[in-house]
């Protein structure tokens, strides 16, 4: 289920100042562990100060058997894209989980036509979607509007650049610049006059298949509820938060007290005594239980699980449908028990 597998850094490739593309190798036993479908994440584990990090990143490539590449941007002192950006080099093993995820684009062999929004960080996966969309059918097209502070701060700028002079009748990128005022970009931020400016303007009855958005959360609600507006259906959508709001560590009306809680992983089951008050995954991680996780703030779906006895309420979901709550599936890192007995199992999802 957690299982990681030692990886070689091929190449690292800086992208900006403060972020770099950073290449791992792919043994051949390990080809169809890491056979992934464009815009998926990985998951990398390593040792910090003798602390254990976990850090999700999208991969940005297009699928190949022999290596993949991710797109990591410095945001934090001491942590992992830190230590990438100052100390990872090429050569060094690293221990990564194969992909996942549910942000993604499989090609059905006709032609289809996407729009996606983008900010900072938030392009690494809408890189590799945008070249599988481009790849599944001459035909096919694909609209970005992407986010930053400035031209120098744009990840995957050049590549950008490239992909629209190679498909210059299919892919049309829109760079909106927040610092600087820019050749060939709009200043601002993305937000709703942009989403009409691209959507009613540039591309005014253009039928899209789908749309992609990608970044903070303010955005991707921003430019969610702007396309409910204009009558896209919501599954029609799809997001992936880079960032969240902070969590409130209280939730009104959860009841005090103690849970048993039996959890199953890797065909082991594991019985414990936690808080209510507690997250499943802090009290789970709490018994050295190796169960599956990564981010840790509801952004990701590493730790997804099912409830299949007692109940449990999530402080936080953006992540999964109406139709997987009522399936009994749960982000254990956001999920607090509601019940004298909770039962979760990592294996069934």
Do not use: W
Not at 176 to 186: A, G, L
Not at 191 to 201: E, F, G, P, Q, R
Not at 338 to 344: A, G, Q, S
């Amino acid at each position: 289920m957690a299982d990681f597998h030692p990886l070689t850094v091929k190449h690292i490739k800086p992208l900006t100042p403060d972020a770099v593309a950073i290449t791992f190798s792919i043994p051949k036993e390990l080809i169809q562990t890491f056979d992934f479908i464009p815009g998926q994440y990985i998951t990398i584990k390593t040792l910090i100060k003798g602390k254990e990090l976990r850090r999700a990143y999208s991969i940005c490539s297009s699928p190949r058997k022999d290596c993949f590449t991710i797109g990591v941007k410095k945001v934090d002192k001491g942590g992992f894209s830190d230590f990438a950006h100052n100390q990872l080099s090429v050569g060094d093993t690293l221990e990564v989980m194969p992909p996942e995820g549910r942000f993604t684009f499989q090609a059905t062999g006709q032609p289809k036509t996407m729009a996606a929004f983008a900010a900072g960080s938030g392009i690494t996966p809408i890189m590799s979607i945008a070249k599988a969309v481009l790849d599944s059918h001459p035909k096919s097209k694909f609209v970005l509007v992407y986010g930053n502070k400035s031209f120098k701060d744009t990840m995957f700028y050049t590549d950008l650049v490239k992909l629209e002079l190679d498909h210059s009748d299919r892919f049309f990128v829109y760079f909106v610049t927040s610092q600087t005022q820019e050749d060939d970009s709009r200043f601002g931020r993305i937000d709703t006059s942009m989403v009409n400016y691209a959507l009613k303007n540039k591309h005014k009855n253009t039928d899209f298949d789908a749309y992609y958005l990608c970044g903070p959360e303010a955005m991707i609600d921003l430019v969610s509820d702007t396309l409910q507006e204009n009558d896209i259906p919501k599954d029609k959508i799809h997001f992936e938060l880079f960032t969240s709001t902070e969590i409130l560590d209280e939730l009104p009306d959860r009841p005090d007290g103690k849970t048993q809680l039996t959890v199953t992983v890797d065909d082991e089951v594991f019985e414990l005594t936690m808080e209510k008050k507690e997250r499943v995954l802090d009290a789970v991680l709490k018994q050295n239980i190796d169960a599956p996780y990564s981010c840790q703030g509801g952004v990701c779906s590493t730790c997804i699980a099912r409830v299949t006895e007692g109940k449990a309420e999530m402080a936080k979901n953006q992540i999964l449908t109406d139709g997987e709550i009522a399936e009994g599936f749960i982000l254990t890192c956001q999920a607090h028990p509601l019940t004298p007995v909770l039962k979760v199992d990592y294996d069934d999802v």
